[in-house]
């Protein structure tokens, strides 16, 4: 559970890839990709069902960038990851994601 000293920042989500940027490097040589992802669901708020539609801006560093590189627009993928700001003038959250599963169908996902 999340406290003052132990505060909780975990996101998952899933959705459709929107676009993929190239992949770069920062200047210690780890790969960094960026990617918009479209996400569509229904939830439940004050116990009324609502469609949720929105698009996330998101990027992945190391490992889950180069398994990103497979993806192209309109595959499905699964992400976790943590929120923080876009830099230290643009406020807006991005979502860093730590890991991703390729949702191809049960017996053909991806993890990683």
Not at 38 to 46: F, I, K, L, N, Y
Not at 78 to 83: K, N, P, T, W
């Amino acid at each position: 559970m999340a406290t003052e000293d132990n505060p909780c920042n975990l996101t998952q989500l899933s959705g459709r890839l929107l676009e993929r940027g190239a992949l770069r490097r920062t200047p210690a040589g780890i790969p960094v990709l960026d990617f918009l992802l479209a996400h569509v669901s229904t939830q439940v708020e004050a116990e009324v069902e609502r469609k949720v539609e929105c698009e996330m801006t998101c990027v992945a560093m190391g490992r889950t960038a180069q398994a990103l590189l497979a993806a192209k627009p309109g595959d499905r993928v699964r992400l976790a990851g943590f929120l923080a700001a876009r830099s230290l003038k643009r406020r807006s959250p991005i979502l860093h994601v730590n890991t991703v599963e390729f949702v191809e169908g049960i017996e053909n996902g991806i993890q990683a």
